[in-house]
Nanobody
Framework: QGHLVESGGGSVQAGGSLRLSCDAS????????MGWFRQGPGKEREMVAT????????YYPTSMKGRFTISQDNAKSVVYLQMDNLKLEDTATYYC?????????????????????WGQGTQVTVRS
C-alpha cells in the first residue's frame, strides 16, 4: 500500500500565496500523471492542476492559468502546488491524486475517473 499525504494548507489573506506538497510515498507516485483537485462546500470536486510526470508537463484549466503552478520532484516522489494571488473562491479542501496504473491521457488533464489514489486532503481558507 502506498500513501498520498498533503501538507501546506492553511488560512491566508486574499492575494496571498500557499505552497501545497504531496508526498507520494511507496508506489503511489504515478509514472504517468499526478494532479491536484479541490472541493468547496456544496461544489463538485474539480481538477485544478495536472502534471504528466514523465516529462514534467503541466496542464491547467483555463481558470487556473497564471495563478497555480504544479511541479514535481521525482527523486523525492513529491508533487507541489504553488498557489498565488489566492481568491476567496479558492477556499476548499485540496486533494492530491495519482492516476491509476492503467492510465492513458485523453486530454484535459487528470479526470476523476482516472484517479487511482487520493490523499486525505488539506484545507485552504482564503480570507478577506
Amino acid at each position: 500500500q502506498g500513501h498520498l499525504v498533503e501538507s501546506g494548507g492553511g488560512s491566508v489573506q486574499a492575494g496571498g500565496s500557499l505552497r501545497l506538497s504531496c508526498d507520494a510515498s511507496g508506489n503511489t507516485f504515478s509514472k504517468h500523471c499526478m494532479g491536484w483537485f479541490r472541493q468547496g462546500p456544496g461544489k463538485e470536486r474539480e481538477m485544478v492542476a495536472t502534471i504528466y510526470t514523465g516529462a514534467g508537463t503541466p496542464y491547467y484549466p483555463t481558470s487556473m492559468k497564471g495563478r497555480f503552478t504544479i511541479s514535481q520532484d521525482n527523486a523525492k516522489s513529491v508533487v507541489y502546488l504553488q498557489m498565488d494571488n489566492l481568491k476567496l473562491e479558492d477556499t476548499a479542501t485540496y486533494y492530491c491524486a495519482a492516476a491509476r496504473q492503467q492510465y492513458f491521457s485523453r486530454g484535459g488533464g487528470l479526470y476523476l475517473s482516472d484517479v487511482g489514489y487520493w490523499g486525505q486532503g488539506t484545507q485552504v481558507t482564503v480570507r478577506s
